[in-house]
């Protein structure tokens, strides 16, 4: 089946520096979405990806999507300590079922 | 505020003793997930509603069940918790397709004893 990889499993930065988390499909996707989750909290949509080679920026977030459309990711420019929290992508690969095959996320921890 | 409401946000059950999480939402969503989330893992679907169809992941175990008796409200019912089941568990809507976002509800925390 499908399988979303998603690198790295952890990551501590100091506030002020970047960050980036990669995640990687074993198929071509349809689409990709980003979603943070802070501690204790629940998941919360961050932006979806659809196209070929597309990018999209929120503030200091920006986010990737491959020309072949089987990896993403997500850089972090100037990390403070709200961006806290695991961030998950989760793709669509095809048919009919409308399932999200998340990635196994990235906590970021970032040091004031 | 349109949302997804989820009872209770904690919740302690006895090993083998039938319980059931319930959600909420007042988005009017076609579609309604339930996931498992264990601690520091990703979010793991057990099964969705589109509608009233019910479409169950192959890997989720027959003690996990779901009622969804009208758009609003969906249920998870879990039939004989055991350790195992001990985990956050989501619920989340969508418009409908893949390409929409899905909400999520702030989950429901469970203790099996």
């Known amino acids: 089946g499908q399988q979303v990889m998603q690198i790295p499993q952890y990551q501590h930065v100091q506030e002020g520096e970047d960050f980036t988390t990669y995640c990687n499909s074993s198929?071509?996707?349809?689409?990709i979405q980003w979603y943070k989750q802070r501690p204790g909290g629940h998941p919360v949509f961050l932006i979806q990806?659809?196209?070929?080679?597309e990018v999209k920026k929120q503030k200091r977030l920006t986010f990737q999507f491959g020309e072949a459309k089987k990896n993403s990711s997500l850089h972090i420019t100037a990390t403070q300590t709200t961006d806290v929290g695991t961030y998950f992508c989760a793709g669509y690969g095809g048919g009919s079922n409308y399932k999200l095959t998340f990635g196994k996320g990235t906590l970021l921890t970032v040091n004031p | 505020d349109a949302m997804v409401i989820q009872n209770p946000r904690y919740q302690v059950t006895q090993f083998g003793k039938p319980v059931t999480l319930s959600c909420s939402q007042t988005?009017?969503?076609?579609?309604m997930y339930w996931y498992q989330q264990k601690s520091s893992q990703a979010p793991k679907l057990l099964f969705h509603?589109?509608?009233?169809?019910?479409?169950n992941e192959a890997d989720t175990p027959d003690n996990f069940q779901s009622r969804r008796p009208n758009t609003s409200f969906c249920f998870l019912d879990i039939r004989s918790p055991g350790l195992g089941d001990a985990a956050m568990y989501l619920c989340?809507?969508?418009?409908?397709?893949?390409?929409?976002?899905?909400?999520f509800g702030p989950g429901t925390r469970l203790t099996v004893t």
């Open positions: 509603y589109y509608d009233k169809d019910f479409n």
């Open positions: 988005l009017n969503h076609n579609v």
């Open positions: 990806l659809v196209k070929s080679g």
């Open positions: 198929t071509t996707l349809s689409n």
């Open positions: 989340a809507t969508s418009t409908g397709s893949w390409d929409y976002e899905q909400y």
